[in-house]
């Protein structure tokens, strides 16, 4: 098996032969693991001559998402307090479904760790009130 390397030292896929492509190296891969990480889509990188399994990029930390809902859930709550403070102002506003729709984005917030697999793969649900 040989593994297809682009100019970037990227393992792109693999083949049974050297095809002679230009614009990519094919490297032979003896490693079984190897074989199955490329296999399996995993990232695979070919460093100082040798093939080498490497961790995905990720450009968010759940950290950084957790920084995040943090602060939605800052924004939900100061919008209830408004709410529920404008029904104790004028008594015959009903403001119910308002509350019940920032209920419900409050638990969409807290649902995101269970949602998402990857802090990549976060989407924030849209908020039901305006900033």
């Keep these: 098996m040989y593994a297809i390397v682009n100019k970037f030292g990227v393992v792109v896929g693999l083949a049974t ?12 891969v003896t490693d079984e693991q190897i074989i199955k990480a490329i296999m399996d889509k995993k ?8 093939l080498q ?3 995905p990029f990720r450009s968010k930390t759940w950290e950084q998402i957790r920084a995040e809902r943090e602060k939605k ?6 919008a ?4 529920e403070d404008a029904e104790i102002i004028d008594p015959t506003l009903d403001l119910s479904d308002q509350k019940k729709s920032i209920a419900q984005y409050r638990q969409a917030l807290r649902d995101i760790p ?3 697999q990857s802090p990549d793969d976060v989407v924030f649900p849209d908020p039901p009130f305006n900033n």
Aim: charged share 30%.
């Design 17 to 28: 032969k050297n095809l002679g492509k230009s614009g990519f190296d094919y490297i032979k």
């Design 43 to 50: 990232p695979v990188r070919y460093i100082d001559a040798s």
């Design 53 to 55: 399994a490497v961790e």
């Design 73 to 78: 859930f800052a924004e939900a709550d100061a």
């Design 80 to 83: 209830l307090f408004k709410a």
């Design 114 to 116: 269970e949602t998402f």
